[in-house]
């Protein structure tokens, strides 16, 4: 066949509508921009379905819930603690913050853990000895359905031995319509702070 023929036909089949061209591309869905504050919100809902049935007397008043926190976690060595109970009286999410002296004599640090981790860890410690920790005074301030409570305390290892530590609990607390939750606990003693726990704990 004379090439300009064969050039031709080549012409002619690239200008046709191929019979193997592909099929339109399915158009794809939207992507959907990332909400975490949605997300957080549905985990919250799911957790919160799924949370430890509390004593009703427990969580009807910043009073009953401050109580319950101390009365739960206090008692002689070897008797096993209501860890129910205690975990009831928290909201899903919540911390526990220790603020404590490194052992370098550097800090104050900062040590987050859940309710569980300290489930966990001091049904150990208090399996081998007594702790009663017992509230001295108060101060709380708040807006809304949210506390603020700055609780010192004091802790034995017998209900009625010597006193081992002073101390500040500041309680980030929350009412939901129903009950009062604990949201976060941050504590420190006398002697990570360096200072006497003081009468008034209002600063300028």
């Known amino acids: 066949m004379p090439r300009p023929l064969v050039a031709a036909c080549a012409a002619a089949l690239l200008a046709a509508p191929s019979a193997l061209a592909q099929p339109p591309a399915t158009p794809k869905p939207p992507v959907s921009t990332p909400n975490p504050m949605k997300d957080a919100a549905e985990r919250t809902r799911s957790a919160l379905?799924?949370?430890?049935?509390?004593?009703?007397?427990?969580?009807?008043?910043?009073?009953?819930?401050?109580?319950?926190?101390?009365?739960?976690?206090s008692g002689p060595a070897g008797q096993a603690r209501?860890?129910?109970?205690?975990?009831?009286?928290?909201?899903?999410?919540?911390?526990?913050?220790?603020?404590?002296?490194?052992?370098?004599?550097?800090?104050?640090?900062?040590?987050?853990?859940?309710?569980?981790?300290?489930a966990t860890s001091a049904a150990v410690a208090f399996d081998k000895r007594g702790f009663f920790e017992k509230e001295t005074r108060r101060q709380a301030s708040g807006y809304g359905d949210m506390v603020q409570v700055l609780s010192a305390y004091e802790t034995r290892e017998t209900a009625d031995g010597p006193v081992m530590t002073t101390g500040v609990n500041s309680l980030q607390l929350v009412f939901d319509g129903r009950r009062w939750w604990i949201l976060n606990i941050a504590w420190t003693d006398d002697k990570a702070a360096g200072v006497p726990v003081p009468k008034d704990f209002t600063r300028k």
Do not use: C, N
């Open 49 to 73: 379905q799924l949370a430890p049935a509390p004593r009703p007397e427990d969580v009807r008043s910043i009073d009953s819930l401050i109580a319950a926190l101390y009365d739960v976690i």
């Open 82 to 118: 209501d860890w129910h109970r205690f975990r009831a009286l928290f909201h899903p999410g919540a911390q526990m913050i220790p603020i404590r002296r490194l052992k370098d004599g550097k800090g104050p640090a900062a040590t987050p853990f859940t309710p569980d981790d300290y």
